[in-house]
C-alpha cells in the first residue's frame, strides 16, 4: 500500500483503519500493542483508543466466561491454561495501557486540562483528572505551602503576579527524540519549520526523530514509535 | 506484574520487550492431538501428532515446558546463516544486517525453553553474542558521531532490544546537543542570577521543577 507522498494531511477515519485491519488479518490485540507502544513513547497523551478498548473488554469477558465454563465442563486443564495465558497477555496489555495514560494525566493534569489535549482523554480518565488529580493537588498545594507565601506568590500556575502566562505548569517535553519504524513508504518528510531537514521515509525503516516533526505521522497511524 | 517501567527515558522495561517479542510466530511440531485454539490473540490449530503448525512464541514455549511439542528453530537461527550474518555485520561498519526485530529475545527465550530442539546448540549461541556484540560496538561508535546538526539518525534493521539499550543515552545526547544548538540558546546566553523568569522568550525554559 504506496500512500501518496503528496497530500500528507490524509488522515485516516478509526473506521476505515479498523476495516483495513480487519482486512490484513490484524487482530484487536494487534491494534491495542501498537496503542500501548506509541503510547508508551510518545511524550505527550495521545487520542484514547475509545473503540479498540471496547472490543478488547469485551473480547476479554467473553473468554473469562468461556474459560469459566471450561472449567466446570472439566475441559482439559492444558486447554484452559493455554485460554488463561491468553487472557492474561491481554489483560496486561489492556491494563498497562491504561495506566500508562493515567500516569501521563497525573503528571501533566494541568496543561492537558487547560489545552485540546483535553479532548483526548476519555470520560473516565477526564474525570479522574478533574477530581481525583486537579482538585486535590490543588487543594494541598494550597493548604500546605501556598497559604503560607506573601502575596502575589500564592498561584498554583504561576510563579508570581508578574508572570504574564502560567509558568509554573509542567508541561511535555515534544522537543524530545523517539525511536520509529515505518511500516510503508512515507516518502520526503520535513523534519524542520525551516525546511532544510528532509528525510526519506522508506517502509520498514528505522530512525531517531523529534518527536514533534513527527507528531502528525504518530496520530495518523503512519509511523509506529517504538 | 511484569515491571511497569519508568515513562520518562527507559520507555519499555527489559520484560516488556520480551512480551512483545512472545507475540512472534514459530513453528512447532506437536505430539498430542487438540482442538483449534480461537483465542483473543488469533486462531491456532487445530493440532495433530507430528505435523507442523505455527504459532505465537508464548504458546510454543507453553506447551514445550508441558512436553506437548518441539519447537522448530527458525530459519534464521542455522549455524549457516548465522555465520553469513556475522562475517557481514563484521564487514560494514556502518549498516546492521536485517535479522528479526526481536532476535535476541526470541533466540534467549529458545535457548532457555528449547534448548533440546537447536542442532549445533553452542556454536548457534556463540554466534548470536559475537552478532550481538559486534552490532552494539557499533552503536557506540555511532554514538561518538552525534553532533548538534543531528536531526535524525537513521538506524535500519536496529533490534527492538538494541533499541532499548540504547535509548536512554541517544536521547540524552541529541536532546542535549538539540537544546544548545538552538539559536534562541545562541542568541541570548542565559543571564545567571535572580533575573526575574522572562515570559514573552518562549526559548529555552527555565526548569524550575526538575522532573
Request: with cysteine.
Amino acid at each position: 500500500m504506496a500512500s501518496g507522498s503528496g497530500s500528507g494531511s490524509e488522515r485516516w477515519s478509526e473506521d476505515l483503519e479498523t476495516e483495513v485491519a480487519m482486512a490484513m488479518g490484524t487482530t484487536d490485540v494487534e491494534l491495542l500493542k501498537r496503542a500501548w507502544r506509541n503510547e508508551k513513547a510518545a511524550p505527550e497523551i495521545l487520542q484514547f483508543e475509545a473503540a479498540l478498548v471496547l472490543r478488547a473488554r469485551e473480547q476479554i469477558q467473553l473468554l473469562e466466561e468461556t474459560v469459566e465454563e471450561f472449567t466446570e465442563n472439566g475441559v482439559d486443564d492444558l486447554v484452559v491454561s493455554l485460554y488463561q495465558m491468553d487472557l492474561d497477555r491481554s489483560l496486561f496489555l489492556l491494563r498497562s495501557y491504561l495506566r500508562i495514560r493515567l500516569q501521563k494525566i497525573e503528571k501533566y493534569m494541568i496543561h492537558i486540562s487547560k489545552t485540546n489535549l483535553w479532548n483526548r482523554l476519555s470520560e473516565q480518565e477526564q474525570r479522574f483528572a478533574k477530581s481525583r488529580c486537579t482538585d486535590i493537588m490543588e487543594k494541598h498545594l494550597e493548604q500546605s505551602v501556598l497559604s503560607r507565601l506573601p502575596y502575589g506568590y500564592q498561584s498554583i500556575l504561576k510563579q508570581s503576579i508578574s508572570s504574564e502566562e502560567d509558568d509554573m505548569v509542567p508541561e511535555p517535553q515534544l522537543d524530545t527524540f523517539v525511536f520509529c519504524k515505518t511500516k510503508h513508504a512515507v516518502g520526503a518528510f520535513q523534519l524542520d519549520d525551516t525546511g532544510d531537514e528532509i528525510v526519506d521515509l522508506v517502509a520498514d525503516d528505522l530512525y531517531v526523530l523529534r518527536y514533534k516533526s513527527i507528531r502528525g505521522l504518530v496520530e495518523s497511524g503512519r509511523i509506529d514509535l517504538v | 506484574m511484569a515491571g511497569q517501567s519508568n515513562p520518562d527515558l527507559s520507555v519499555f522495561s527489559a520484560p516488556e520487550v520480551e512480551f512483545l517479542a512472545e507475540d512472534e510466530m514459530v513453528e512447532i511440531v506437536p505430539n498430542i492431538r487438540m482442538e483449534a485454539l480461537n483465542m483473543i490473540c488469533g486462531d491456532f490449530g487445530p493440532f495433530f501428532p507430528q505435523i507442523a503448525s505455527k504459532v505465537p512464541l508464548w504458546l510454543a514455549v507453553a506447551l514445550k515446558k508441558r512436553g506437548k511439542c518441539t519447537i522448530r528453530t527458525p530459519e534464521w537461527m542455522s549455524v549457516e546463516r548465522l555465520t553469513q550474518v556475522l562475517e557481514a555485520e563484521r564487514e560494514s561498519s556502518r549498516e546492521f544486517q536485517p535479522l528479526p526485530f526481536h532476535y535476541v529475545e526470541i533466540s534467549r527465550l529458545l535457548f532457555d525453553h528449547a534448548h533440546d530442539d537447536i542442532p549445533d546448540l553452542y556454536m548457534v549461541r556463540s554466534l548470536i553474542e559475537d552478532i550481538r556484540d559486534v552490532r552494539f560496538h557499533k552503536v557506540e561508535t555511532g554514538l561518538e558521531t552525534i553532533s548538534g546538526r543531528t536531526h535524525a539518525v537513521k538506524l535500519k534493521n536496529l533490534s527492538a532490544m538494541e533499541v532499548n539499550i540504547v535509548r536512554p543515552f541517544m536521547v540524552r545526547a541529541l536532546q542535549a546537543f538539540y537544546r544548545h544548538d538552538s539559536p534562541q540558546m545562541i542568541q541570548q546566553p542565559r543571564t545567571m542570577g535572580g533575573s526575574r523568569p522572562q515570559a514573552v522568550d518562549r526559548g529555552p525554559r527555565r526548569d524550575l521543577r526538575p522532573r
